[in-house]
């Protein structure tokens, strides 16, 4: 089965900082890779997505992940974080999108 | 487009009492999801469809839970009886092709007291 694991619950950065979230997946096929963001009391929206092209993929809202096929790694960046990107990101994967257990990302002005 | 709909957003109901949730995909899309999320067990998936037929409910979690599509821009899933342990949110997505990436609907918020 595929699955993915989020490293850390919670994240807290600095306004202007990079903000990295780790995710690295559990797959025997080339996998469809996810990552989505949940505001609160809002559904999931997602920022990117991976099917196999490009390798480096870039997102909504600056956001960008790279897939490292020898670190089976997804990991979400962006060069600067801004006070709304404070939120819950959902790394996922496959078509039936197995869910890690999420990130809080808090922000610090 | 307006995008996936949900409804209700918020149902507060007894123990024993059925629940009906409601999903209305986005037009043209094959793909129709249903998600529960709490806060124990994360977003759990329950049952998925294409083009109106149950592929996988082996997340649906027992007897109590059905969920049934009968055309493409209409879903529906069932609790009867409630429990208390099936509080969380509830949510529905939508895809036209395997693999896109998903539309998620704003949730319903279940309350089962």
């Known amino acids: 089965a595929q699955s993915v694991t989020q490293l850390g619950s919670h994240v807290s950065v600095s306004e202007g900082a990079l903000v990295l979230l780790r995710c690295n997946y559990s797959?025997?096929?080339?996998?469809?890779l996810f990552w989505y963001v949940q505001y609160p009391n809002q559904g999931l929206q997602l920022l990117l997505k991976?099917?196999?092209?490009?390798?480096l993929v870039k997102g909504i809202n600056g956001f960008e992940a790279e897939f490292k096929k020898s670190e089976t790694s997804f990991h979400l960046t962006k060069p600067s974080a801004h006070m709304s990107d404070a939120a819950e990101y959902f790394c996922?994967?496959?078509?039936?999108?197995?869910f890690g257990a999420g990130t809080t990302v808090t922000v610090r002005a | 487009d307006a995008g996936v709909i949900q409804s209700p957003r918020h149902e507060v109901t007894e123990m024993g009492q059925e629940v009906t949730l409601r999903c209305k995909p986005i037009?043209?899309?094959?793909?129709l999801f249903w998600y529960r999320q709490t806060m124990m067990r994360g977003l759990e998936l329950l049952i998925y469809?294409?083009?109106?037929?149950?592929?996988?409910d082996s997340g649906m979690p027992e007897d109590r839970f059905s969920a049934k599509m009968p055309n493409a821009s209409f879903s529906t899933l069932k609790i009867q009886p409630s429990e208390p342990r099936d509080s969380a949110v509830y949510f529905c997505?939508?895809?036209?092709?395997?693999?896109?990436?998903?539309?998620f609907g704003s949730g319903t918020r279940l309350t089962v007291v």
């Open positions: 037009s043209g899309h094959d793909y």
């Open positions: 469809f294409n083009n109106n037929v149950p592929i996988d």
């Open positions: 797959s025997s096929v080339p996998p469809y």
């Open positions: 991976y099917t196999s092209a490009a390798t």
């Open positions: 997505a939508s895809s036209f092709q395997k693999g896109y990436g998903y539309t």
């Open positions: 996922a994967v496959s078509y039936k999108l197995s």
